[in-house]
Nanobody, 126 residues
């Protein structure tokens, strides 16, 4: 079992930056791949970024590539999403998620993640 708690959301303006954090419980955090997903009103939950258990590989949605960076600190059981050059279309509830193992394309599918945080709202004003 993994429990996840996100923090760091808020209201910002276009072009601003935000850093989301996700704290995980458990002793085997490094064995879990982590993902960030988001869901805007009326839309399906979509993949934003993913990182393998050891942190050696990262993956991004095309819409955020070059602006967002995912990272993890396995000693602290945390994963972060640094979001720069934010746009109004980035407005959504952001969720972190965990799954045992996994790499590559499998990190992009929300249905493959059994553990989810409660979400944190990010709002980007024009």
């Amino acid at each position: 079992q993994v429990q996840l708690v996100e923090s760091g959301g808020g209201l910002v303006q276009t072009g601003d930056s935000l850093r989301l954090s996700c704290a995980a419980s458990g002793r085997t955090f490094s064995t879990y791949a982590m993902g960030w997903f988001r869901q805007a009103p009326g839309k399906e939950r979509e993949f934003v970024a993913g990182i393998t258990g050891g942190g050696g590989s990262t993956y991004y949605a095309d819409s955020v590539k070059g602006r967002f960076t995912i990272s993890r600190d396995n000693a602290k059981n945390t994963v972060a999403l640094q979001m720069n050059s934010l746009k109004p279309e980035d407005t959504a509830v952001y969720y972190c998620a965990a799954r045992s193992g996994g790499t590559g394309w499998s990190l992009r599918h929300p249905s493959l993640y059994p553990y989810w945080g409660q979400g944190t709202q990010v709002t980007v004003s024009p």
